[in-house]
């Protein structure tokens, strides 16, 4: 992967004025097993850096079950940063 467009990289050498410039919401399916592995790898390298962000597991795979059951509280998150 060209290091430019992976995420991890950007993460990691994210300035630190920009650590907050973004809400970060990042919301998986437990049996999304590739996506799983990577937002795992995402969300510990925000983590170490101390970019703030939202993780949620929750059940089921990447379908529109899925996101119809994940739609309200992530429209609230989007909703949030309008606040002001």
Sequence with gaps: ???KNDI???????????????????????DDIGASQYSALVHTA???KGIPHKL????????WDYWRSALPEVLDFVSDSFDG
């Design 8 to 30: 991890i990289d950007m993460i990691e050498n994210m300035p630190e004025n920009q650590k907050e410039s973004v809400r970060w919401y990042i919301d998986r399916g437990d």
């Design 56 to 63: 949620r597991i929750r059940d089921g795979k990447h379908n």
């Design 1 to 3: 992967m060209d290091k």
């Design 46 to 48: 925000m983590y170490k």
